[in-house]
């Protein structure tokens, strides 16, 4: 499976959750993703840097991994190094080493035990002392878009706060319906197979459209650090240019005690017309084959709307600071509004509604500005916004990204209520043929590379034999490969009728027979197993926080058949689309633990105080046609 060169987030959830896509994360990703970064983000279309910053970071942990055979034998240590790096590549993008970490902990990592937040934040914390010394925004700061707002926010703020936040959230639903749209409409014509002449396109389209405003003609860092900064006696930017009260000339004062001249007016109409070309571009630019993050520009977005709506709060108050609303807050001569805080609060709002991060959201903004007294409407913004973009659709740009390219990938999000059992969704089934399984000390060469020839199973069970069905272990099919083509090469005597066992002691075989193949080193004694009457909302529990590939089923020792990750994502789609009824929790063992009265009204009898159905109920009649249908399958 090729990876994606744009979107990284979704491949890096599906590696963090067990799957691996070969070639994503070594050494020739990394080299073309480290210079081709500088071209794309130096290009001036609307992407950002943090994507591609994070792939790097997990391209490294994942090349370092490999010198320490406890990471590289271990594909659960590695999936930890992974997360550790994703923390430290946000820490690097943004100069946010705690909102590095827990944009891992929310967003990216699969499985979070204790002391890999620890080791995360230590990765982060290198990255950040590293950046710092480099110094490479050169203002001697951490942090990309420092800000000092010289007045507090005040409570009637937050209505407009919230309607940020509700915008942001509308964005971020059509962000990902439209951009998924145009991803899937180029992934199913002709369109697609040109991604070069696309990404020529697109990038011409820009440049043309983009030159005429001066807002869209900067880089788009630079565009956010304005539209955040406050105005001051020092700032000449055309967002600044109010008239003084006092003498009527253009000057540049400090507070909000001052009309808005015709070049601020004119600065919105600019800002209007950069946020229709951004909110267009973004769409179609966010999935070329260029590497790209969607930080950042979806940040310009809301710090544009943000903006523009801060300097009609602010005239507003200015014109009719005798309002029930102002009164108390913008008296005359008094600093009230400041434009730059709803540019910030817009900018979490829009990132918030496109990805529907929360926690890690609100820190990464604060320690990207150093904001630390507005905490409170980022968190109000951010909520609005998740909260608008969950009415339309839960999923967020990533999640979104990863269903239209079909990873196998179990969203930990959502809730599995329905009614089903393993046994409904493992296979074969009935009109499948038998469960492909080995035996552990009858098969030859032959049959087994017959085996391997004929199937394309990732692993087979490992049974005692073809009439006992006992489960021994379970063998994967790039471990019996790897390790017939050694035994081969290394040792003499290995022919097609040789015996294969995985068993400790080699049986007892005639004099003249060829040298046995010996497999039990490959074989895995303890694969994770469930009983057929396992509810399946405890089966995709368990894949989702064990990030399992696949599972055993069994009935009494006997394997039954298994049920992979893929299986189990078919088995949500069967459900979304017969809308099965939901149920709650104490469904599943109604059928074990029947009502302590009989249909008849009558109490069923006990046995040491343990409560039986009766043979007439239904509990029973359910019960003798499972176990039918359990003695055709353990034929398999």
């Known amino acids: 499976m090729p990876p994606h060169p744009s979107v990284f987030s979704d491949q890096i959830k599906t590696i963090l959750s067990g799957f691996i896509i070969r070639g994503y994360l070594g050494k020739w990703t990394l080299m073309i993703k480290t210079i081709t970064l500088v071209l794309a983000v130096a290009s001036g279309l609307s992407l950002g840097k943090e994507g591609p910053l994070v792939h790097v970071a997990c391209c490294c942990g994942n090349i370092f991994s490999y010198l320490f055979p406890k990471y590289s034998k271990n594909e659960a240590k590695k999936r930890e190094v992974l997360s550790a790096a994703s923390a430290a590549g946000v820490s690097v993008a943004f100069g946010a080493p705690i909102g590095g970490v827990l944009f891992s902990l929310e967003e990216v990592s699969y499985y979070f035990p204790l002391k890999t937040l620890w080791r995360s934040f230590f990765a982060a914390l290198v990255a950040a002392f590293v ?80 030159f005429p405003n001066p807002y869209t003609r900067q880089n788009t860092s630079e565009l956010i650090k304005e539209l955040f900064t406050d105005c001051g006696p020092l700032e000449s930017s055309q967002l600044c240019q109010y008239r003084s009260q006092m003498n009527g000339s253009q000057a540049y004062p400090q507070g909000s005690d001052a009309a808005a001249t015709p070049g601020v007016y004119s600065a919105m109409w ?61 008296e005359v001569g008094a600093d009230c509004i400041t434009p730059g805080l709803y540019a910030m609060v817009g900018a979490a709002a829009c990132l918030g ?35 608008v973009g969950d009415a339309f659709g839960r999923e967020g740009i990533y999640e979104a990204h990863i269903r239209l390219n079909g990873y196998p990938f179990l969203d930990a999000k959502e809730e599995f ?48 034999s073809k009439e006992s069905q006992r489960l021994v272990g379970f063998a994967l099919r790039r471990d019996i ?102 149920a709650p929790p104490w469904y599943y063992y109604k059928k074990r633990y029947p009502p302590s009265y009989g249909p008849d009204g009558k109490p069923r009898p006990r046995v040491h105080n343990v409560q039986l159905a009766s043979s007439s109920s239904r509990y029973e009649e359910d019960e003798s046609e499972e176990e039918v249908r359990l003695l055709d399958n353990s034929s398999l």
């Not at 979806?298 to 009164?327: K, N, P, T």
């Not at 905490?375 to 913004?381: D, F, Q, S, T, W």
């Open 481 to 582: 490969t790897i390790a017939i083509e050694n035994a081969r090469r290394k040792q003499e005597g290995i022919m097609l009728n040789s015996r294969v066992y995985f068993t400790q002691h080699a049986p007892t075989l005639p004099a003249d027979s060829p040298r046995p193949l010996k497999l039990r080193s490959i074989l895995d004694m303890s694969p994770f197993t469930v009983t057929d009457h396992t509810p399946m909302e405890i089966v995709v529990d368990i894949f989702r926080k064990l990030g399992l590939r696949q599972c055993l089923v069994t009935h009494n020792g006997i394997v039954l058949g298994i049920i992979t990750k893929k299986n189990i994502l078919e088995h949500l789609e069967e459900l979304k689309q017969h809308v099965e009824p939901l």
């Open 417 to 464: 209520t329905h009614t089903t059992l393993a046994r409904e969704v493992m296979r074969p089934r009935r009109s499948d043929s038998p469960l492909a399984v080995l035996t552990q000390d009858d098969m030859t060469l032959a049959e087994l590379q017959a085996i391997i020839s004929e199937t394309s199973y990732n692993g087979f069970p490992v049974i005692v």
């Open 131 to 210: 950046l710092r010394s480099i110094n490479p925004f050169g203002n001697s700061r951490l942090v990309l878009f420092y800000v000092e707002y010289h007045t507090p926010w005040y409570l009637f703020e937050l209505f407009p706060f919230i309607l940020l936040g509700v915008f942001g959230g509308l964005w971020g639903a059509f962000f990902i319906r439209a951009n998924i749209a145009w991803c899937r409409r180029r992934k199913s014509t002709r369109f697609g197979k040109y991604p070069v002449l696309e990404v020529i396109t697109v990038a011409a389209i820009t440049a043309i459209v983009a």
């Open 270 to 330: 600019q800002l209007s017309l950069a946020l229709i070309f951004k909110i267009i571009m973004t769409i179609f630019t966010f999935g070329l084959k260029v590497p790209s993050g969607l930080f950042i520009p979806s940040m310009a977005i809301g710090a544009i709307a943000g903006r523009i709506v801060g300097i009609a709060v602010e005239q507003l108050a200015y014109y009719h600071h005798d309002w029930f609303l102002f009164r108390e807050w913008c």
């Open 353 to 387: 509604g496109v990805t529907r991060m929360t926690v890690s959201l609100v820190v990464i903004v604060f320690e990207l500005t150093g904001g630390l007294e507005y905490i409170v409407p980022l968190m109000a913004a951010v909520m609005t916004s998740k909260w």
